[in-house]
């Protein structure tokens, strides 16, 4: 069973998701480069893949354009159904806590639902009482797929442990559902 994560990263932050993403998946990273482009064997991956998990920062309230210009591209696969009935999930991070991701989220479902895929939700119960800190399992609360805060001023090593750790469990439970499915 093979899963590919693919993703765009600005700065360095949403690879070290994606990286513990795939960790938990035991999938193959897919970077999306800064001119929106994979490589023809990044597509045949994508094609063999039986899940693909999708990941993008959010920039401005939606996924950077880097990402869109990847989707626009999946068109040729969606006009053919090459990816249907796949396993799909998602994960988005930006500097704030809030950051918008949800939309980001949206967008990530929207596409995976257009190509005719499964949507696998983050499963986690949110860590919300008064004793949670950001080193807590879904500490941001997600549910429609992973959320991840990196704040501006930080690098990619100062990601809280709690997002890093629930990146991992995410990408278990894509990996378990995908092969429940295959």
Known sequence: MSI???YYSGYGHTKRVAENVALGAG?????IDDKGDITESDWQRLSEAKGIILGAPTYMGSV???FKKFADATSKVWFTRGWQDKIFAGFSNSASLNGDKQVSLQYLQT??????GIWVSLGLLPANT??????DINNLGGSVGLLVQSPSDASADNIATGDLETAVKFGERVAFI???FN
Request: no cysteine; glycine share 8%.
């Open 4 to 6: 590919a994560v693919v």
């Open 27 to 31: 999938a193959d990273l897919i970077a």
């Open 64 to 66: 950077p354009w880097q």
């Open 111 to 116: 596409l995976a639902s257009q190509h005719g």
């Open 130 to 135: 008064l004793a949670a800190t950001r080193e």
């Open 178 to 180: 995908t092969g429940r």
